[in-house]
């Protein structure tokens, strides 16, 4: 029988969302069993889209589906992504500073920063926000970055973690960037919904570029800035094209999280210590293990990036907005502090003293409302929780009332 690959191991007990649910469900239980009055549980807790994708965007997904019908228009594998797609891309995200092939479509981010690891294997230094969106640490661990490496009480052994606080503004104290790192960078910020500022990322990408390190910044939520002053991609900032990737995708803004539709952007000017082309690699990576983009996503993605597709994520994007800033409104009456919410659709509350964990199972108890216990994104999350924007108005506007009278 084969070994279990050991960094299987390594990874720590059950990944968060499951672990909520689980809850969840044992909550449920001991409702079913009496005491607790019913009352609907509902979830600002998971970072699912819940709205339906809007009007010219689904007619191009039901146009494409419609084309795979037809001989004429039939289509197979499209392995790099239709060619308009990443000019689109290119056009709309990056005001056209790159070429068709330094745009990389793919099935969704998580996938991508999933696979993005193999390109720098298992001797990689890794260094991620703490508290991040978990795939960056679990992703690092599956290939093996954090094999070998001492194990640190609590943490996360052999991952070099840069913690995001109130005191410092939720930005990392970037001195602590080793040689050589692979920076995992995400802005709007999932958890804190922190939204990095032009100064800040100039920073980080000098800093990336002093210590010959490279970016990987994930902008899964660009769409929702809202402060003009603020980037919306890495490569404003001078010099990232020669340290830094970007992963994106059209889940958060077009509500594609069940259709799958992202991309990673290369550039050709990144190179590693031998000189040797990251493009080129992560070109021959994808055409190893991946087998491009459902080719109705795409019809749907081009539409997305279109004058009316564009009308479309800012509507959407702006509802969850309204919903965001009806759950600051209710956390800050309650005087608890909160970051973001403003250009993101998380919201970070500090319940400090109180434990994440402990938090998350009184306002469960008490409103009847799941909510992310923010220990779960790294250990500079204890005492917070995150509450997503995603939801019904309804939910939201019923979620906020029982925390205003219950918490
Ligand atoms: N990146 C961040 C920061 C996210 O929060 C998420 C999803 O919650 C993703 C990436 C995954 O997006 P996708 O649906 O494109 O895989």
């Known amino acids: 029988m084969p070994n279990r690959n050991p960094n299987l191991a390594r990874?720590?007990?059950?990944?968060?969302?499951?672990?909520?649910?689980?809850?969840?469900?044992?909550?449920?239980?001991?409702?079913?069993?009496?005491?607790?009055?019913?009352?609907?549980?509902?979830?600002?807790?998971?970072?699912?889209?819940?709205?339906?994708?809007?009007?010219?965007i689904c007619a191009a997904l039901e146009e494409g589906a419609r084309a795979l019908g037809r001989t004429e228009t039939y289509s197979g594998y499209m392995d790099e992504g239709l060619e308009e797609?990443?000019?689109?891309?290119?056009?709309?995200?990056?005001?056209?500073?790159?070429?068709?092939?330094?745009?990389?479509?793919?099935?969704?981010?998580?996938?991508?920063i999933g696979r993005l690891q193999v390109l720098f294997g298992s001797e990689a230094r890794v260094c991620v926000q703490d508290p991040s969106y978990p795939v960056y640490v679990d992703g690092s661990v599956l290939s093996g970055a954090a094999a070998g490496r001492q194990e640190t009480g609590g943490?996360?052994?052999?991952?070099?973690?840069?913690?995001?606080?109130?005191?410092?503004?939720?930005?990392?104290?970037?001195?602590?960037?080793?040689?050589?790192?692979?920076?995992?960078f995400c802005s709007p910020n999932n958890p804190t919904g922190a939204a990095a500022s032009a100064e800040q990322l100039n920073a980080l990408v000098r800093q990336a570029r002093a210590t010959r390190s490279f970016i990987v910044y994930d902008a899964a939520y660009a769409d929702y800035i809202r402060d003009p002053g603020l980037?919306?991609?890495?490569?404003?900032?001078?010099?990232?094209?020669?340290?830094?990737?970007?992963?994106?995708?059209?889940?958060?803004?077009?509500?594609f999280t069940g259709v799958r539709l992202g991309w990673t952007a290369v550039p050709h000017k990144m190179a590693y210590t031998d000189g040797g082309s990251v493009n080129a690699d992560w070109a021959r990576i994808m055409a190893t293990v991946f087998n491009g983009a459902s080719n109705i996503a795409q019809a749907g993605g081009l539409a997305a990036l279109d004058g009316e597709g564009q009308k479309e994520i800012r509507a959407l994007t702006d509802f969850y907005l309204g919903n965001a800033a009806l759950i600051l409104e209710v956390l800050r009456k309650k005087g608890i502090?909160?970051?973001?919410?403003?250009?993101?659709?998380?919201?970070w509350a500090n319940f400090a003293p109180e434990k994440s964990w402990d938090a998350f199972s009184r306002i469960l108890e008490r409103c009847h409302v799941v909510t992310t216990p923010g220990a779960g994104f790294g250990p500079a999350g204890e005492c917070f929780i995150r509450f997503s924007a995603f939801g019904h108005r309804a939910d939201v506007e019923e979620a906020c009332g029982r925390l205003g009278r219950l918490l």
Do not use: Q, W
């Not at 044992?26 to 549980?41: L, V």
């Not at 919306?232 to 958060?252: H, L, P, Q, T």
């Not at 502090?337 to 919201?347: E, H, L, V």
């Open 11 to 56: 990874l720590k007990a059950g990944y968060l969302f499951p672990e909520i649910a689980r809850r969840k469900r044992e909550f449920e239980a001991s409702r079913a069993g009496g005491g607790t009055p019913a009352s609907r549980i509902i979830s600002l807790g998971v970072g699912n889209t819940t709205e339906p994708i809007l009007p010219h």
């Open 231 to 255: 980037p919306r991609s890495i490569y404003e900032a001078d010099g990232a094209a020669e340290c830094a990737i970007e992963v994106n995708s059209f889940s958060k803004s077009a509500g």
């Open 155 to 184: 943490g996360y052994g052999g991952i070099r973690y840069l913690p995001c606080t109130a005191a410092n503004g939720y930005f990392p104290d970037l001195s602590a960037i080793e040689e050589g790192s692979v920076i995992y």
């Open 337 to 347: 502090p909160c970051m973001g919410g403003g250009n993101s659709p998380y919201i």
């Open 85 to 112: 797609l990443r000019r689109r891309i290119s056009s709309v995200y990056y005001g056209g500073r790159f070429g068709p092939d330094e745009i990389f479509i793919s099935d969704g981010s998580k996938c991508d």
